[in-house]
């Protein structure tokens, strides 16, 4: 959602180029120039597939469960403890 809302905030800022420029634009919203022009010029139905292409597998949603246990049973556990606890 978040992801979104930024889009929209990219896109009328530009209002299709009567607006501010990609550099002002990145400056205003804190972004990447690159970033602002990749998502000014795709087409927003190639973002919506871009977005819902994320919920890819990670290496540690094997551990998820446990590691979540970890930090509800010890909320202080830094990584590196998480990591020799796991091992």
Not at 14 to 34: H, M, P, V
Not at 59 to 82: E, F, G, H, M
């Amino acid at each position: 959602m978040k992801e979104w809302i930024v889009i929209h905030k990219i896109k009328s800022l530009y209002d299709n180029g009567n607006g501010f420029t990609e550099r002002q634009i990145a400056k205003e919203l804190g972004l990447s120039r690159n970033t602002v022009s990749k998502y000014l010029h795709k087409p927003e139905t190639e973002i919506a597939k871009q977005i819902d292409e994320i919920a890819r597998t990670k290496k540690l949603d094997a551990y998820r469960v446990y590691i979540i246990q970890l930090l509800q049973t010890y909320p202080n556990l830094s990584a590196v403890k998480v990591m020799r606890k796991g091992c």
